[in-house]
């Protein structure tokens, strides 16, 4: 099946700096990739949705210029939170979907554990 | 506000036993509902999809039924494993939009 890779797999940082998580799509042209958070035995909440070479569209309550992301090319997506605090500490998950499928089936990767002191 | 919900206790089962779980939801017509599979520390797996004009849909050893007159979906495994212990959820999807929403998830344990 399709793979999804992030990177880092973790991330320790201290507050007020910013961090940058990848996702690639590696072996499929993703189209569309998504941003979820998830707190501990929480479900996983969409952040925002983007298109490749187009602005990301955001869910209500997540604030575009603190989580930036780009969608640059069709195997990479990128997504910055900038000055994070302790209340950004979250495991973040991206997925991608590939054009053309019917159900539009999504490939998730395998998370990234940010930890903000 | 759409609800979905999941059993937020563990179930428990023996190994070889059959495990069956819920998930619910309210004020949602999804087109279609997605099970995943979520590992500690890792992003979900896909495991089957089944739409909205079907009643059942099986995979090996799992099987997925889907009843929009009770707004209910329930997730079996069969001969369950130690190996299938982890948290299963639920992703209804609303016709229309291809992002489905996920539940909290039920984590099961099967004991050998």
């Known amino acids: 099946g399709a793979v999804v890779s992030q990177h880092p797999s973790w991330v320790i940082c201290k507050s007020g700096t910013s961090v940058k998580i990848e996702c690639r799509s590696l072996d499929f042209q993703a189209t569309t990739m998504f941003w979820y958070r998830q707190f501990p035995k929480q479900s996983l909440m969409l952040m925002a949705t983007s298109n490749e070479g187009s602005k990301a569209t955001y869910e209500q309550g997540v604030e575009k210029d603190k989580f930036l992301i780009n969608h640059a090319s069709l195997t990479l997506s990128t997504l910055t939170v900038t000055s994070a605090h302790p209340e950004d500490s979250s495991f973040y998950i991206c997925?991608?979907?590939?054009?053309?499928?019917?159900?539009?089936?999504?490939?998730f990767g395998p998370g990234t554990r940010l930890t903000v002191l | 506000s759409q609800k979905i919900e999941q059993n937020s206790e563990a179930l428990n089962i023996q190994e070889g036993k059959t495990a069956t779980l819920t998930c619910n939801y309210t004020n949602y017509s999804p087109a279609y509902l997605q099970w995943y599979r979520q590992d500690p520390g890792r992003g979900p797996v896909f495991l089957l999809l089944i739409r909205e004009n079907e009643k059942e849909k099986r995979k090996e050893r799992l099987k997925v039924t889907f009843d929009t007159t009770l707004k209910q979906s329930l997730f079996h495994i069969t001969a369950s494993q130690p190996a299938d212990s982890a948290t299963y959820l639920c992703?209804?999807?609303?016709?229309?939009?291809?992002?489905?929403?996920f539940g909290r998830g039920t984590s099961l344990i099967v004991h050998p």
């Open positions: 992703a209804p999807t609303s016709g229309g939009s291809y992002i489905p929403t």
């Open positions: 997925s991608a979907m590939e054009g053309g499928i019917s159900y539009n089936e999504q490939f």
